[in-house]
Each structure stands twice: as C-alpha cells, then as structure tokens.
C-alpha cells in the first residue's frame, strides 16, 4: 500500500467531520483528542471501562502529583502557578469510549475521571462515577494520589480506567459484570 493511499480516506473522513480514530481504529473523544489521534504528546489516552449508563458527560482532571494538591479547587491551583487540566466528552451512546489529555511536560501527574450522570457539573457521590488510575476501589472517602498517580513520557500513555458507582454502604466500586 502506497502512504497517499493510506492518507487520502484520512483526510476525506476529516473533511467531512468523521470522529478521529485512535490507535486501535475507536474515535477518541474529547477537546484533547487531535493530541493522542496524532501521536504528538506528552499526552494520556484513557480507555474508559465499566459505565453505568451512557448518561451525561464524561470529564477527565490533572492535578500535580501531590497529596496536597491533589483533587482541590483549579481555581487555587492556578493562582499558585500548578499544574491543571481539565477535559470534558459528551458520553457516547455506543462503543467504546477512549479519551485524551494532554499533559504540559514528561513527569508523574494525578488523574481522576468522572461520569457526570445527571450533568450538573459538581460529583453527586450517589448517582455519579468516578474513576483512579490504580483501578484499586474507592470506597466512601477521597482517593489517594498514589492510586491516582499516572507517568508520562514524551509520547503517548495508554491507560484503563474502571469507572466507579456508590455500591451500598461501602462507597463506590466497580460495577460487577
């Protein structure tokens, strides 16, 4: 196959507005997407795994890899200069569901994903998802930044996330398949 073959249904699908295809041929979703689409990091590509639903909005947060830092306010964070990202993807009604952040350097950040189930913009703990980069279960209290702790390098880093839900008294878990 000849590399304009390979280009040319590429540049046609961007044309028209078709979804960009991660590694794996699945459209990645996102503001970020272009960034794992083409390779250029540092950037995180996320495998969301486990919805509830395909309610709401998905949203992803990077946070400095500290513990106090970790999960607080962007606004405080960006008044002390820290590291803050947030990217947020409508939920698609089918498929898989892959997103992209990028990341400012190579280096050790926090990333917490959250499914925003009934939209509101602010974590309902009884009906919203979260989700760590450990996979380990949240329970009722607030993750860890070493459950939470992704590495990046200068590329692209491809990482599952196991979405959680409020399971009983326990707090939230993955939902059992």
């Not at 196959?1 to 249904?9: I, K, L, Q, S, T």
Request: glycine content about 12%.
């Amino acid at each position: 196959m000849r590399v304009r073959d390979a280009v040319y249904p590429l540049v046609l699908a961007t044309a028209f507005g078709a979804a960009p295809l991660a590694a794996g041929g699945r459209p990645t979703i996102g503001s970020d997407a272009a960034a794992c689409d083409a390779g250029s990091g540092p950037a995180v590509h996320v495998i969301v795994a486990g919805l509830k639903d395909r309610k709401g909005r998905l949203k992803l947060e990077l946070y400095p890899a500290t513990a106090a830092d970790f999960l607080r306010d962007d606004r405080d964070l960006a008044k002390e200069g820290k590291v803050f990202r947030r990217v947020w993807a409508d939920t698609p009604a089918t498929g898989p569901v892959e997103m992209c952040i990028q990341v400012p350097a190579p280096g050790s950040y926090g990333l917490f994903f959250t499914h925003d189930r009934d939209g509101k913009n602010k974590f309902n703990f009884w009906s919203d998802g979260g989700g760590i980069t450990s996979n380990t279960r949240i329970g009722a209290s607030k993750p860890k930044i070493a459950a939470s702790t992704v590495e990046v390098g200068s590329g692209i880093t491809t990482i599952t996330i196991r979405a959680q839900y409020l399971r009983g008294l326990s707090g939230l878990s993955p939902m059992k398949n």
